[in-house]
């Protein structure tokens, strides 16, 4: 494996790394030696996870080498020339800031799920220091293997289960740690999560507890990072920070985490469970001192010895007192709820006598009471202490400090704020949900119940917390860091060493377009104001439903939140363009609840890998699972469609006060981000989060539509990661996108190594595209299919000239227009739209045509773009383009079929009705024939895919009658109720007059002006 050496310290890497692999391993090690925080942001797809492992392990190696040197004292008793210089190499690359005799730290090693802890642990077992000794710690929830306790729904249930059971030493696996924690499977492996759950299934130890113990001299260490953020996680999990390096990779998301896991939420509801909770204990022990009436197989029961019966008067006294005191507080009119500085929750507090003194006195009892709750309830019906399980985490976070000096008071006040409002009432069936569609009501009665929010708005608050336990080093990464000075500012922590790493793929891998418009020219605008309207819906359907056709395998859509993803779920599938997406490509939605999420994966990824089909559409959310650390490279994911943008609720209490907090911050020490400016950036590195899913090695290709006109304006581009800007155009028509992306997919399968074939063969896709500078008018043939039993070959011409495009930084997608693209001679035409003597030629539409009209309305636009028809086959990928100063689009494939097409489409024939005025110019009749019958064709289809099934019934039954009866006044009676409701539609009716006879096309004008002017 080669080895690789960066600041004295030797790396060995599986392969050899990239320029940007090699600067960031380089600052790596910097901030290992150094013992200095650091921050480096490596796009995803860079391999940063892996570098990350290498450089940390590797001068964790070295460090172990001198720590082991120094407490042998070889180097004290032996002065050779050997072991001076031993010596100055394992000092120097163990960094000057470690003392001599400082034991080698441990690496804490966390990420933002478990999967990416996963993934992060394939990466080790790929390199030469797997050999380290490995824990992953996880929650019960996810390890517990016990029978009856495994059942528990509820996660804090679940923990006082286990903690009874290990106390009382009846849990048989975790009796069985002891005994087998030097079992070979788990010493000289590397297991994630899932692996030890099996094993602990397997040798009939628990996991959970063998993680713990694991952990103890372990090298490195594996967990979630909210353990780490959140005071109560690290220490339920006994994490011990002190002198150790911890690593956050996927950091993006550490800031939000930072504030979650300082604040919390307490309702009446809550303070009621509390109450009600106490009174069950009370009865129960009433009942127990009057000797109750018990089962006869029930053994004797005896009063509780952990608490007494004046503890359970005085705390729920304190409840009493505390809902009292949170009733009291005035609340405004308009329901806008109060808000005051952090400190006034120790006042409300206090009010009930819940002082820091007493913190540890009534969170002991607190546990005894849940722990009794837990072990007597028999029936699921009865409480088990959630309710003063949760108040038990407001006192945690609330006195987070066993010693609160006036310096921390001060602190909370500044990055707490304490927020009251009135708690939401159960709505009634089929009553509106939507909060801020919802009629306003007057909800300040004496009986509505209040929610005291607990607010932190400084991320540094809980990052300070943490260095104030002895961390030596801090490393953050992810892909979406940028900007790194807004993103330091908010932690409050320096950052001596920083990096921003550019991508290492190249220009011709990516494909970047900011989408205005859709098919049929409205805006595409997910704003507020205008995301639930139908005519937006309706076009963004279009959009996503015209690129489904032309992109290969995997696709994935972001939409800002889950009410918006729902909303036109349902639009679309009312309307048919959801029917018309999943006959292309099946679509995955992304659900909330876990195992059915895993499922849906599964399923998607069989779909992308299953021959018969043409890939799949996942359609997600941005700041969901998805859009975390998946894999999809290749063709799991060419392209990423983000449907707008992800700004938080605006009027959401949170949201504001934190804009309003940034604001007075700024106004104090003149530097950090206003409030717009952070409710900007929480968009785009949403964004940003979401468009990294596309590109997942330096082979790898893809594109990154984003469907909304205001990712176009100058502020949000630069908002952008700095490796997508370059590459990033402004559409203003869809036209143009739709041939660029056909482009780039076309020069992406021809110059860059194709993936694993999932079968013999690959889905070939024909385009045919043109555009004309007016309104369009002019009736098209219906293109030919074909199901190529071979790869398009491109000549060495066009390879020459692509590299020379891509080599110049010059427009390579261009390069097609003037360069003959040479095909198989063994590609068939076949599929063609087929119309026999004896048949309706509306019955034959019916069965057999398969058109995509990307513009089934008539565009707003000046510059009208049509694109004529595409199917997919079961072969490789094969373009054809038009240029757009012809009138008719060709037909190519192979030259021995020609004569048989032909006659294939002179066979067509309509009878009774007058064929259309078509070009004279052609070379031959039978040409000419054909082209006016695939016009007849094209039309009849724009008709139904514009006016709906139900139209177009009753616009075939019309043509027929006429056919049959040549009344005129009773067709165009029947043709106007079909029509004219839709303005876009009026140019379909007046096309219909190349179907009349001779005596009615004269009698036309006249009827169409009058209607027009009605």
Not at 737 to 752: G, P, S, V
Not at 874 to 893: A, C, D, F, M, Y
Not at 911 to 916: A, Q, S, V
Request: hydrophobic share 35%; net charge positive.
């Amino acid at each position: 494996m080669p080895e690789f050496v960066f600041h004295g310290v030797p790396v060995r890497f599986p392969f050899e790394p990239y320029d940007v692999q090699k600067e960031y391993m380089s600052k790596v090690i910097e901030c290992l030696q150094k013992s200095e925080n650091g921050i480096l942001e490596s796009p995803t797809g860079t391999g940063k996870t892996l570098c990350l492992l290498c450089a940390s392990l590797g001068w964790l190696e070295i460090k172990k080498a001198d720590f082991k040197a120094r407490v042998q004292n070889v180097i004290g008793e032996d002065s050779s020339d050997f072991f001076s210089s031993l010596s100055s190499q394992l000092k120097s690359g163990a960094g000057l800031a470690w003392a001599n005799k400082q034991a080698p730290p441990k690496i804490i090693y966390s990420s933002r799920t478990h999967s990416q802890l996963s993934q992060a642990i394939s990466e080790l077992r790929r390199t030469t220091y797997s050999h380290f000794k490995v824990a992953v710690l996880g929650s019960r929830d996810q390890m517990c293997v016990h029978p009856e306790v495994s059942k528990e729904t509820n996660n804090y249930t679940k923990v006082h289960m286990c903690q009874i059971r290990v106390k009382a030493k009846n849990c048989y696996f975790s009796n069985q740690v002891d005994a087998k924690r030097d079992e070979p499977e788990l010493r000289n492996n590397v297991l994630d999560l899932e692996d030890l759950v099996k094993l602990g299934k397997k040798k009939t130890f628990c996991p959970y507890y063998m993680a713990r113990e694991l952990k103890q001299d372990a090298d490195i260490i594996f967990m979630p990072y909210n353990y780490l953020l959140d005071p109560k996680s690290r220490k339920a999990h006994g994490i011990e920070l002190q002198g150790n390096i911890v690593i956050f990779d996927e950091a993006h998301n550490v800031e939000k985490t930072c504030e979650e896991a300082a604040s919390l939420q307490i309702k009446s509801s809550d303070l009621a469970l509390c109450i009600d909770e106490i009174t069950q204990v009370m009865k129960k022990m009433q009942e127990i001192s009057d000797g109750g009436n018990f089962a006869a197989n029930e053994p004797s029961q005896g009063l509780p010895e952990d608490f007494s019966p004046d503890d359970l008067y005085t705390l729920k006294a304190l409840f009493l007192e505390l809902e009292k005191a949170i009733d009291a507080i005035k609340l405004p009119a308009d329901g806008s709820g109060a808000t005051f500085p952090g400190s006034f929750m120790f006042e409300i507090l206090e009010k009930a006598e819940i002082t820091p003194h007493k913190k540890t006195i009534i969170l002991d009892i607190l546990e005894k009471l849940v722990q009794y709750l837990t072990t007597n309830s028999a029936s699921p019906f009865q409480r088990k202490g959630a309710g003063l399980q949760k108040f038990s985490d407001l006192i945690k976070i609330v006195f987070s400090k066993d010693n609160i000096s006036i310096s921390h008071m001060e602190f909370v006040k500044q990055c707490y704020k304490v927020h009251i409002n009135t708690e939401d009432t159960k709505k009634k069936p089929g009553g509106r949900q939507d909060g801020w569609g919802a009629s306003k009501v007057n909800t300040l009665d004496a009986k509505a119940g209040r929610v005291v929010s607990y607010w932190c708005f400084n991320p540094g608050f809980g990052m300070r917390d943490l260095t104030e336990q002895g961390v030596k080093c801090i490393l953050l990464t992810s892909g979406t860091l940028s900007p790194l000075e807004s993103f330091v500012s908010e932690l409050q922590v320096p950052f001596p060493v920083q990096l921003e790493n550019p991508h290492i793929i190249q220009r011709h891998q990516v494909w970047v377009g900011s989408l205005c418009k859709g098919p049929d020219g409205f805006d595409l605008n997910s704003s507020y104001q205008n995301r639930s309207n139908p005519k937006y819906i309706h076009s963004l359907g279009q959009t996503i439903l015209n690129f489904t056709r032309v992109i290969p395998d995997g696709l994935l859509v972001f939409f800002p939140s889950y009410p918006i993803m729902r909303s036109c779920q349902e639009e679309w599938q009312n309307s048919g363009i959801w029917g018309k997406i999943s006959q292309g490509k099946p679509i995955f939605v992304e659900p909330q609840i876990k195992d059915e999420f895993q499922n849906a994966m599964i399923e998607f990824y069989q779909k992308i890998n299953d021959p018969v089909t043409k890939g799949a559409c996942f359609m997600a959310v941005c700041r969901g699972k998805v859009s975390e650390g998946l894999d999809f490279a290749d063709r799991n994911g060419r392209a990423v469609i983000v449907t707008g943008l992800p700004y938080p609720p605006v009027r959401d209490p949170r949201v504001m006060l934190k804009q309003k907090y940034l604001d007075e911050v700024r106004s104090k020490v003149k530097k950090g981000l206003l409030g717009t400016e952070w409710y900007r950036l929480e968009a785009s590195r949403a964004v940003n989060q979401a468009i990294g899913r596309v590109i997942r090695h330096k082979d790898d290709f893809g594109a990154i539509i984003l469907c909304d006109n205001r990712f176009g304006a100058p502020n949000f581009r630069t908002q952008l990661s700095a490796w997508v800007q370059p590459h990033m155009h402004v559409y203003n028509t869809f036209g143009p996108a739709m041939r660029d992306i056909t482009l780039f997919f076309k020069n992406a399968e021809t110059l860059l190594p194709a993936p694993k074939p999932k079968s013999s063969g690959q889905p070939v896709i024909r385009v045919s595209y043109e555009t004309s500078t007016g309104p369009a008018t002019t009736l098209f043939p219906e293109q030919a299919f074909g199901h190529g039993t071979s790869k398009p070959v491109v000549s060495d011409l066009t390879r020459h000239k692509l590299a020379q495009a891509i080599a110049d930084q010059s427009d390579y997608n261009n390069v097609w227009s003037d360069v003959n693209y040479a095909t198989g001679s063994n590609i068939p035409i076949t599929d063609k739209l087929e119309l026999k003597s004896n048949e309706s030629i509306f019955s034959v539409l019916e069965s057999k045509a398969n058109v995509v009209d990307f513009n089934s309305a008539c565009t707003s636009s000046s510059t009208s773009t049509r694109y004529e028809s595409l199917k997919t086959s079961n072969k490789k990928r094969k373009i054809t383009l038009v240029n757009q100063s012809e009138n008719h689009l060709e037909l190519h494939g192979n030259n021995t079929k020609k004569k048989e097409n032909s006659q294939m489409l002179s066979e067509v024939c309509i009878k009774g009705i007058d064929k259309p005025r078509m070009s004279t110019s052609t070379t031959s009749g039978e040409e000419s024939g054909s082209k006016n019958r695939q016009a007849i064709a094209k039309y009849l289809k724009d008709v139904k895919t514009s006016v709906g099934q139900e139209s177009y019934k009753t616009f075939s039954a019309a043509v027929k009658d006429y056919k049959a009866s040549k009344d005129y006044e009773a067709t165009i009676s029947v043709l106007s109720s079909v029509f004219l409701k839709n303005p876009e539609h009026h140019k379909l009716f007046e096309k219909f007059q190349f179907f009349l006879t001779e005596e009615h096309k004269q009698r036309f004008p006249k009827t169409w002006a009058e209607l027009m002017r009605r």
